[in-house]
Every structure is written in C-alpha cells, then in structure tokens.
C-alpha cells in the first residue's frame, strides 16, 4: 500500500528564516506530487504540483520554492520567510483509480512564523 | 477558473441522525469530477467520496452518499447514522479532466460538522 509521508510535524521559524518542508511518498512509482497551503479557516490553496523529477509547476507567485530531487520526494523551501508563510502545508500524491484521478494527503506540517 | 461555494459554515447533529452538507460550483467544463475530502482535528484530509460528472448514478460509500445535480452544478453529501467520529471539517473539490499529470483541486472553503452525543 501508498504511505505519505511529512515532516517536520511541527515547525516555528522567525521572519527571514529558511525554510525546508520535506514530503516522500512510499509504495508507488513517478507519482504526481502537490503542495497545498491551508491558511486558519480556510481552504487549501495550491502551490506547486510535479510530474516527474526536475518538473515543477507554480501556482501562486510567492517567496517559496518547489524541488524535486527524487521520484517520490517533494519539497518546499524558502530562502526568507515573511510573517505570512504561516499555515498548514500539506502535500499530496494523485493516482488514477477507476477512471477518474484522486490525490491523497499526508498529515501535514503546521508553520508558525514569528 | 472554476469556483467550488460551500454555504454553510458550521452544522450540528444529533449522533445517529442523518446530515446534509451543501456544495455549489461554477464551471464551464463539461467533464470533470467532484469530491469531498474530512479533515478531523488531526487535520490529516481524508477522502470520503468521488464523483465523475459523466455518471448519473450518485456516488454511495457505506454511510456516505451524495447528490449530484449536474445542471444545477449541486453536490451535496449525505451522511447517514451519523457517529461521533464524523466530527470534522468537509469540504467539497473540483478537479477538470486532463490527462494525467495536471490534476488540480479547487476547494471550498469548508463546513465544520459536529456530531452531537
């Protein structure tokens, strides 16, 4: 079976930090990878989606970045965080079940800026 | 772009009651699918459900099921015998068809359910 996993669980950064939020999916080959940011209250927006090593595709022009070093490996970085970087970052990984693509998610990493 | 409402920003229900839970979308897709993702205190999002637009038939998961209105752009999902582990939030995505690779979701903005003792 598919495991997806985040880390750090839990992260507290001060403004003009760095940042790098790894995600790795296990059980799957040259999956469809996404960054999603869920701001307090509210949806999930998307940031970056991958669909192969080296292949990343921004949604939102913002100060973060998206890599992709290996097949089952995202991740987001920053090289200056600002106070509205906070948020809930969650990846996902999509597959084509029955005709139609689903994308699941990993549990996510809370950002908390200062 | 497409545009995915959820009207209601909080329910409450009674344990072993049945819910609705409402989602509206905009789009000018003709094939497309639809789903609602819980998000429980954990905050991990869970798949509950999908729906591809080209079925009439509704899509059903043990207690869970929803109404789809193609024409009205209407999907809303019901959860029957509802239990204390439902308590979350829910919300309702749309994703075009594409071929696969560029699989987006547009969420709502979610409908916190709490599930009443």
């Known amino acids: 079976s598919q495991t997806i996993h985040q880390w750090p669980a839990t992260l507290v950064q001060p403004v003009g930090s760095p940042l790098s939020l790894e995600c790795t999916v296990e059980?799957?080959?040259?999956?469809?990878l996404y960054w999603y940011r869920q701001a307090a209250g509210r949806g999930l927006q998307l940031l970056f989606y991958?669909?192969?090593?080296?292949?990343i595709s921004s949604e939102v022009p913002q100060n973060l970045s998206a890599s992709r070093p290996q097949d089952r490996q995202f991740i987001l970085s920053s090289k200056k965080l600002l106070l509205s970087d906070s948020g809930f970052y969650l990846c996902?990984?999509?597959?084509?079940?029955?005709?139609?693509?689903?994308?699941?998610f990993g549990p996510g990493t809370r950002l908390t800026v200062t | 772009a497409q545009t995915v409402t959820q009207s209601q920003p909080e329910m409450s229900v009674q344990e072993a009651e049945t819910v609705t839970l409402s989602c509206t979308y905009d789009?000018?897709?003709?094939?497309?699918?639809l789903f609602w993702y819980k998000q429980p205190p954990s905050r991990q999002m869970i798949l509950v459900i999908r729906?591809?637009?080209?079925?009439?038939q509704n899509a059903t998961e043990n207690r869970f099921s929803v109404n789809f209105q193609k024409a009205a752009k209407s999907f809303s999902l019901k959860i029957s015998d509802s239990q204390l582990g439902d308590t979350a939030m829910y919300f309702c995505?749309?994703?075009?068809?594409?071929?696969?690779?560029?699989?987006?979701?547009?969420f709502g903005t979610g409908t916190r359910l709490t599930i009443i003792p």
């Open positions: 995505a749309f994703m075009k068809h594409r071929n696969f690779g560029n699989e987006k979701l547009t």
């Open positions: 991958s669909v192969g090593i080296g292949q």
């Open positions: 789009t000018s897709e003709s094939n497309y699918y």
């Open positions: 729906q591809e637009a080209y079925k009439q």
């Open positions: 996902a990984w999509s597959r084509l079940n029955d005709g139609s693509y689903e994308q699941y």
């Open positions: 059980g799957t080959s040259n999956p469809n």
